[in-house]
Structures are given as structure tokens and as C-alpha cells.
């Protein structure tokens, strides 16, 4: 007898009657999702969360009421559970990476969300999306613990480590993870960071300007031509960001290379012929296995390689496959930049 499948349970809250009732048609399409409920609020949503005990929220940010912002916040510090947040604000996005750093999974433009037809392909990749969100890991008070406490450095192995540049690779439960680990990093840290983030196009420029305005360090979007200095540099979307031969950025928009565009396997091939042995490379939470290849060629030319761990992953795709490829640290995430400042700081 084949066992019966687990059904994903599914929460609904949006604004729009006829954006709900075509969402909860893609999602229940072949039988493997479940919605339970549809709230055009959300504080009624709130209220059915303990009754209901969906695996899954998905929930618009503009809604009467309560604000889908303030919604997720107090969602996440009193009944945690994975958030996707569905949007029609696209274009600036502050306000979806500031859901992100409330402790929402992942963001979805609804201009980008295929709901027309429920057995094409787009939904059925939009099921399994959320099918894998709704098993991600997820905390009490995200922003009381994005700011991992201080620890002592790890020690390097080998010989100490002299670091040009570091790549960084993120996606599901990145855009937390980043602000976790760049917090700790003083605004003068020597070390530029390179950034590859996956997140739903239209959102990178909101990303940027929300992480430069919560951490120390300056961060913005990379630009085509400029040279790799300190402060964190982000891969603007719809291009590979990789850097030349003279350490200068350049963007590709016309190479395929796996399932992303900008890709973390392209930047950190570029960053290992560039700079060798001294390289660094991080892969953080995210779904699938981009940046893995790329941190095996970091590794071959001699330079560090880190993946977090599972504990303190979202996803744990991309770091386990990180881990596959021989990271040399598998790091908790708040180990991870007192490793970095270790590098600056001349420890063994």
C-alpha cells in the first residue's frame, strides 16, 4: 500500500477576493497543498493562526488595517511560522526587504507570479516553491537575533590567511542571514565583500538601500567598471556580476549559467582566477546548489571556503551542497564574521 502523501497546509492572506481565489487555485491545483483559510486581513489572519496551524502564510504587504510589515513582525515573535510575502509593490522594495528582515522567507512580485494557468509550468514550479518554504527552519524574534553575539574567531586552518576579497552567496533566508553577518563587521573592515543574493526581480535596489541603512559597512549595488574596494558590492539583478583580470567589475546579461542570473558560481570562478589563494568564499541559506561550484574553485586556487551550517540555516540547499563540494568551515552564522574580522585581524 503506498503511503498516503503529506498535504501542505496554506494560509491566505490578501486583500483582493479574485487575487485569492486564483492564488488558491494554482496552489490546491494537483492536490499536494491544502488552503485552509483566505483572510483579507491580518488581524483576523493573526487570530486563526493558533486554531487553523497552517505550514505555510502567504500574505500581500498592503492591507486595511494592520500593515502586512507590522503583521509579519508580530507574527514571527509570537507564533513563528514560514512567511511568503506576495506583493504588488515592486520597483523600490524597501518595504519587502524590511518583511525579509522581519523574518519573511522569501518575497514574490504578483506581476512575476504566473496564475493563469494552474497546471503550466510556472505554477507547478510555484508549488514546489512553496512546498520547500513550508519545511523551512524558522526563529522567535528575528530581529532580536540578527545581531549575533560577539565570539571569539574560530581558528583558520592552515597557516594564516592573507585575503584580497570575499564572495558572499545567498537566497532562501539570505537577506536575514546577510544583515546577521555584516552587523558584526565594523564600518572600516578592510576586506571588500562581493554579494550575490537571489531575491524576486525588482527587489535588489530596496534590498541594498534597507542592508546600507542597518549595518556599519556601505553598501550598494556593483557598477560595471568600478574597481573592488572595501565595502559590500551587490550583484544588481538580471546580470552576472564577476570581476576582470584587474579587479573591476563586469556584468553579463547574456551568459546561461544554471537557474540564476546574476549567478554565485560565476562570481566566485571569477574571484578564484583573480584572486587565488586569496579568496575567501561564503555560502549562506538558500534553496538549490548555486555557489557551490564557484567555492570549489575558490578552494582549488588555495583560498578559504565557508558554508553555514545546518542549525542555523533557512534552507539548508545551497551551504549542504557547499559542504558536498569541501568547504573547509561549516559555521553557525554568528560564527562566521568574528572568522572574516579574523583575517583582517592577522589570527592564525
Known sequence: MTP????????????????????RRVLEEDG????????????????????????????????????????????MSVQPLPILVITGRTRGGSMA????????????????????EPAGVAATAFRRRAKILAGAR??????????????????????????AAIGIVASTGGPQALEALLAVLPAGFE??????????????????????????LHVQLAVAGDSLAPGVWIAPEGA??????????????????????????????????????????????????DGAAGLAAVRTAGGLTIAQDEESSAIYGMPKAAAEQGAELILPLGEIAPTLLALVNGKP
Open 97 to 116: 526587504a524590511e518583511a525579509l528582515a522581519a523574518g519573511a522567507l522569501e518575497v514574490i512580485s504578483k506581476e512575476e507570479l504566473e496564475l493563469r
Open 138 to 163: 524558522v526563529i522567535h524574534h528575528p530581529r532580536a537575533r540578527l545581531k549575533p553575539p560577539r565570539t571569539p574567531p574560530v581558528s583558520l586552518p592552515g597557516k594564516s590567511r592573507e585575503v
Open 4 to 23: 498516503a502523501r503529506a498535504v501542505v497546509r496554506v494560509l491566505i492572506c490578501e486583500n483582493s477576493r479574485t487575487y485569492a481565489a486564483a492564488l
Open 32 to 75: 499536494t497543498i491544502e488552503v485552509i483559510g483566505v483572510h483579507s486581513d491580518a488581524e483576523s489572519a493573526i487570530a486563526a493562526l493558533p486554531v487553523q496551524l497552517p505550514d505555510l502564510l502567504t500574505m500581500d504587504i498592503e492591507l486595511p488595517g494592520m500593515a502586512g510589515l507590522e503583521a509579519v513582525e508580530q507574527i
Open 191 to 216: 576586506l571588500p565583500l562581493v554579494v550575490v543574493q537571489h531575491i524576486a526581480p525588482g527587489f535588489t535596489d530596496g534590498l541594498a538601500r534597507w542592508l546600507d541603512s542597518s549595518v556599519p
Open 240 to 289: 552576472h556580476l564577476v570581476l576582470d583580470a584587474d579587479g573591476r567589475f563586469a556584468l553579463d546579461e547574456r551568459t546561461t549559467a544554471g537557474l540564476h542570473r546574476p549567478s554565485g558560481d560565476m562570481l566566485l570562478r571569477s574571484l578564484a582566477a583573480y584572486a587565488g589563494a586569496r579568496a575567501a568564499a561564503v555560502i549562506l541559506s538558500g534553496m538549490g546548489k
